[in-house]
């Protein structure tokens, strides 16, 4: 089927572009388009031309699957600069997305008339890319420099209206795009004049060259990482200094250079991988999704409420259940006050605060879960709770309703058996604050039927969320291969690494915090209580906790915090306090270098991840990378802890986790057996994907 047709209506041509699923430019399209755009422009019965699309996007940029591969022609900068050759007015009818390569191509045009429902972007930094088809040229010529950095650093989508205005497109049509395009074009050939967007000279608009210089200085400081947010700044100031055409060269040498840099084939990965984790083994792709209209959430803590806000945030009435009119109270006013912050952040409209607070209810009572088509429990971690509530739920709950459990750690199986349909219970494993972090492990038990995992997914989906499907075990995927950080982090301790080393290692690997500043945010109670009721020792966190040490909110935990200080300090008392335990543990303390520091700290993660992949707890290596991403703040451009190991290779991966089990003692390190079987066959997780 051809990508791209052509019609013509009274002299105008209609280029439509039709390439499932989101109209990416692979070499085709591109081909297609200029082919098309070329006949139009020779054909002498035509006066304009309007580029339009079908499907769900307009144009979802360049086809990112054809990145590091063998340039197919004609690139996307030789098609775009084709139009600036025609000498007819081009209109972009703008119904959907217009990402990267999708805008640029509608800046090409002479002009862009955009749906309500359009979104407009350059999200290349995403990709740890620039734009690489003359939107760094383009649009600060069209809207301003410093507004067209912003956009392009930022990599967030315009909204149709928020495009219409920064003047990125010339109007916005509620019904009838294409006649809207077409009575465009009409008028542009009327005229008889071209406006190209390489000719427009509104560089200046909106603060000149020095908005934009203090715009890109405070993006250089926010991730200083990525080379790409430099390269921005280079082509976007080379429109002050260069000729257009100079401009793009530069443009397009740096796009090229950052395509092949391995930051950007990190992110490219991830993008693919999250995609990827939607299709799950056994659950056929046309599985249709239990409806879901209304929600019920069980507890109304810190989680509970969270969960609430995620619902109304979609749309979804919901019903908070609590045990007492007081927690209960408590819990409505911890969803009012997130949406007042939200306003007052100026991130909600005071109408939009009103309609949320609308669909959230609350009630006394598991009665109340009776009309829900699904209801998530966020009771506290105690198996014999869970399974009383399920209980009871099973026996309201209407026929057909999901019922889910919010369990990091706790075993789905043994809390669907309290159930006569363990075949409608779930596990979702929602992070905290949940209205916030983006990962949802949707738990798969034994007896979980497709299309409830089916309605788990989708409904993740509706929520914002990343849904990723993990099997049960104890904490799942990521507080699975968490724990072994956590354990390692302890060790480090006592024999000789301070709070700050460790932390400052793993920030310098690109995490936003270390384990300790995250614990003391946290608190270090729950994990106290939680050692003590499975006999576990730690023997430096335990000290800590008997200390009355138990985080920032105690005032010193790992750190001291003092008054009023938001990050700690580091506290004599606590180095006093470790050398006391290595003492008494009979250990030697040393200085340990970062490196050091880093491979004990992940190497062990890798390997949990390989029992995890081993016992089919995780269906690939690639969702393991995406919940590590999402919920755990793993270091995007490094693309997860699977694949950073395959970047390190298995083998040195392999020999490091040995020589930490000999030197420990402590055979839970050695190398799991998929990975052993792995760096011995030389190959990666990445193999293990493939071959699946
Ligand atoms: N290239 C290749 N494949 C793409 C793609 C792209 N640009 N965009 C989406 N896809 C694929 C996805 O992998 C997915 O494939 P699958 O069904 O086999 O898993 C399918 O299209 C549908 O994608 P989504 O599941 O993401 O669909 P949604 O409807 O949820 O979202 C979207 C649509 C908002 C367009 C989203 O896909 C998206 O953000 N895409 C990427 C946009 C982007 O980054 N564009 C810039 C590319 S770089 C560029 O243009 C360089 C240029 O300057 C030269």
Known sequence: ??????????????????????????????????????????DPDIRAIVIAAEGRTFIAGADIGEFGKPPAPP???????????????????????????????????????????????????????IPGAGGTQRLPRLIGAAPAF???????????????????????????LLQAAITKANDLAAAGTLRRTRDL?????????????????????????????????????ATFTERFEDGQALERARFVELVADDRSKALRYAFFAERESARVAGVPKDTAPRPIGQAAVIGAGTMGAG?????????????????????????????????????????????????????????????????ADIVVEAAFEDMDLKTEIFGTLDRVAKPGAILATNTSYLDVDRIAAATTRPDSVI?????????????????????????VLATGIDLGRRLGKVPVVVGVCRGFVGNRMLARRTQEAERLLIEGALPHEVDAALTGFGFRMGPFAVSDLAGLDIAWRNRKALGQVAPVADALCEAGRLGQ????????????????VRDPEVEALLARVSARLGVTRRTIPAEEIVERLVYPMINEGARILDEGIAQRPGDIDVIWLNGYGWPAWRGGPMRYADSIGL??????????????????????????????????????AAAR
């Open 75 to 129: 690139s996307l900068p030789d098609v775009i600069n084709g139009f600036d050759a025609v000498t007819k007015p081009i209109v972009a009818a703008i119904h959907g997305a217009a990402l990267g390569g999708g805008l640029e191509v509608a800046l090409g045009c002479h002009a862009r008339i955009a749906g309500p429902a359009a979104k407009l972007g350059l999200p290349e930094v995403k990709l740890g890319l």
């Open 150 to 176: 912003k956009l392009m650093a930022e990599g967030t989508p315009a909204s149709a209206a928020e495009a219409l205005k920064l003047g990125i497109v010339d109007a916005v049509v509620e019904t009838d």
């Open 201 to 237: 000279d509104r560089r200046s608009a909106a603060g000149g060259q020095e908005a934009f210089e203090q715009a890109a200085a405070a993006a250089l400081k926010r991730d200083p990482a990525l080379p790409n947010i430099a390269a921005l700044a280079d082509a976007v100031r």
């Open 553 to 568: 909110k105690a005032g010193r935990g790992y750190y001291l915090y003092p008054e009023g200080a938001r990050s700690g």
């Open 651 to 688: 083998t040195t991966v392999a020999e490091r986790l040995e020589a930490f089990a000999a030197a420990r003692g402590e055979p839970s390190l050695a190398p799991a057996p998929l990975l052993r079987r792995l760096a011995d066959a030389g190959q990666g997780f990445a193999d293990l």
């Open 1 to 42: 089927m051809d990508k791209v047709r052509i019609t013509a209506q009274d002299g105008i041509a209609i280029v439509t572009i039709a390439s499932p699923p989101v109209n990416a430019l692979d070499a085709a399209l591109r081909a297609g388009l200029a082919e098309a755009v070329g006949r139009a422009a020779a």
């Open 427 to 451: 596990g979702l494993h929602f992070f905290s604050p949940a209205n916030i972090m983006r990962l949802l492990e949707v738990v798969r038990g034994a007896k979980t039927a497709p299309d």
């Open 307 to 371: 969960i609430a806000v995620c619902f109304a945030n979609a749309g979804i009435p919901v019903t908070v259940i609590e045990t007492t009119a007081e927690l209960l109270a408590r819990g409505l006013d911890r969803i009012t006050q997130t949406y007042a912050s939200a306003v007052k952040r100026g991130s909600l409209s005071a109408e939009e605060e009103a309609r949320r607070n609308a669909l959230v209810s609350g009630k006394v009572g598991l009665d109340a879960a009776a009309e």
